[in-house]
């Protein structure tokens, strides 16, 4: 069984935080057996059993804040307040799905249509069994949260394999469970680096996998998961753009631009990457940038690079994009390793990587557009589709641009607003992924829809389902369909 550990280590300092198992397959095959007999007790505890229990878990999580945020700080490099919003978003997320489950999923009558009106046709939406969720380390709590607490609201076990980079956290975020919910393991953590996380995807009784992180790693994880034709939600970043329209304030769209694209030090998967400004406030709208840039330091305002392998990725394309457009802030020298300083680049081509992949750094690049519509083009020239900014002072401009942007969440006259939340599903379209997690989406997403129809009583000359069924029944319902839609409307 288990004998290998891994080390998390201080991304800030390269010290080791602790040492966990390296979770075999066989490890895994055990905690999801233990999750399915768990699944069973948590299903049977219905919507109200289980909602006392999760508002018991967020009610742990919130007095173990202060001690979670620090670990959170420690394994990511994040700043402690940073990693405090993130817990703190994710409270609010465990507090809605408790909530609303029952009303999302419990039964409810609809209607049965004309053709059924001696039916009765119920709907409900059913937990699945045993979730295995494989989650990031850029936001190790408020990501797989987004799943888990959604997952566990439907009524399902979970699984989860947190990031080698953050698994410190995850044990912690399972062990604050087993404190609300100490009767059964519906919420156990596996640990272990890519092996661990593919052996919950292969496992057949693992009912659903919940993703977060790369597009490459969704694919292997999807190939794994269709031996079993297990289902999958996956969220797997993006290229977010940020557009600033002719009436924006243009200060208030600077400082939004900024803290979209370098806080947590870029590595956001709503993060700001790509700003389209339109011609009519682009001097000003750079002033403002270029003027605020100049304050923020990486190691004061946001930590350093979580993944060591990420920083060739961010070098490569800044130095790329440096060659090739005007450098505003930064430069190549900007990268001193374990940190980037904020890197803001004019004029890039579009088809260099800086503008086409996922940075995941604390850079953007920006490029002026003569009108919105232009602006709103480029931004949806990607293979990505996860979520976008407009800054403008047009309320109803604003909301078209947003909703004609490609992607599954937008933010107006703020940036990365939508995840706040919990009632807006979160996730994307294209290589950003697909299904949902956060609001009714996310709660549905993780159970499957029950359809029950009842016959109240016979229909008196429509055997319509019957070999007994004679001519005139079929006519009657001929002229029955034929009223109902046959007119055209006009
Ligand atoms: P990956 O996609 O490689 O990893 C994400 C999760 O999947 C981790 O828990 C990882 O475990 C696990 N995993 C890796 N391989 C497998 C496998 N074969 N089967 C099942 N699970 C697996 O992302 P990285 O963390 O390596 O980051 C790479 C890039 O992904 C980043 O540069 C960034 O661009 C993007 N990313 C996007 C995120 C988002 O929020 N959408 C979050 C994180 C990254 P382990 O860590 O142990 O390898």
Redesign the pocket.
């Known amino acids: 069984m288990t004998t290998l550990t891994f080390d998390s280590l201080n991304p800030a300092t390269g010290t080791v935080v602790a040492s966990h198992p390296k979770h075999d397959a066989e490890a895994v095959r055990a905690a999801v057996a233990r999750a399915q007999e768990a699944a069973e007790w948590w299903e049977g505890l219905g919507h109200a059993g289980r909602r006392r229990r999760l508002l018991d878990y967020k009610a742990v999580v919130t007095r173990e804040l202060r001690e979670l945020a620090a670990l959170v700080h420690e394994e990511t490099g994040k700043p402690v307040a940073d990693a405090t919003l993130e817990i703190v978003l994710a409270i609010t997320h465990i507090d809605w799905a408790a909530r609303n489950a029952r009303k999302v999923l419990g039964p409810r009558r609809v209607s049965p249509g004309m053709v059924g009106a001696n039916l009765s046709a119920t709907l409900e939406y059913l937990p699945l069994g045993v979730v295995g969720v494989?989650?990031?380390?850029?936001?190790p709590v408020f990501?797989p949260m987004g799943s888990i607490a959604y997952a566990l609201a439907a009524g399902n076990a979970v699984v989860f394999?947190?990031?080698?980079?953050t698994p410190g956290v995850g044990v912690r975020l399972a062990e604050l469970f087993a404190e609300a919910v100490p009767e059964r393991p519906v919420f156990q953590t596996v640990t272990?680096?890519?092996?661990?996380?593919?052996a919950?995807?292969r496992d057949p009784r693992v009912k659903k996998i919940a993703?977060?992180?790369?597009t490459?790693?969704?694919k292997?994880?999807m190939a794994?998961c269709a031996e079993n034709l297990t289902p999958m939600v996956a969220?797997?970043?993006?290229k977010d753009a940020f557009i600033v329209d002719a009436d924006a304030d243009v200060e208030a769209a600077a400082d939004a631009c900024l803290w979209g694209a370098l806080s947590n030090a870029g590595?956001?998967?709503v993060g700001v990457e790509r700003v389209y400004v339109v011609d009519a406030v682009y001097e000003p709208f750079m002033r403002a940038l270029s003027e605020r840039a100049a304050t923020v330091k990486a190691g004061e305002h946001y930590g350093p690079i979580t993944?060591p392998?990420?920083l060739d990725?961010i070098k490569r394309h800044i130095d790329d994009a440096t060659k090739s457009g005007r450098t505003v802030a930064g430069g190549p020298d900007s990268v001193r390793p374990p940190y980037v300083d904020p890197v803001i680049v004019e004029d890039v081509p579009e088809d260099s990587p800086a503008v086409r992949e996922?940075t995941?750094g604390p850079t953007i690049t920006v490029r002026r557009t003569k009108d919105a519509q232009e602006a709103l083009e480029l931004a949806n020239d990607t293979a990505y589709g996860l979520a976008g900014t407009v800054f403008s002072g047009n309320r109803r401009r604003a909301m078209a641009l947003a909703r004609a942007m490609r992607t599954g969440m937008a933010s107006v006259n703020s940036v990365i607003s939508f995840a706040s939340v919990a009632s807006l599903p979160f996730g994307g379209t294209g290589d950003s992924g697909f299904g949902r997690i956060h609001g009714a989406d996310g709660l549905r997403e993780f159970a499957r829809a029950k359809a029950i129809a009842r016959q109240r009583f016979p229909v008196p000359g429509m055997r319509l389902t019957s070999f007994s069924r004679q001519p005139d029944e079929l006519e009657r319902l001929i002229r029955l369909v034929t009223f109902l839609h046959g007119r055209r409307k006009r």
Do not use: D, H
């Not at 272990?192 to 593919?198: D, S, V």
């Not at 993703?211 to 790369?214: A, I, Q």
């Not at 969220?235 to 993006?238: H, L, N, R």
């Open positions: 494989i989650g990031p380390w850029n936001y990501t394999k947190p990031s080698e980079f272990g680096l890519g092996e661990t996380g593919a919950l995807a993703f977060t992180g790369s490459a790693t969704a292997r994880v794994a969220e797997c970043g993006g590595q956001t998967c993944m392998g990420q990725i996922e995941f």
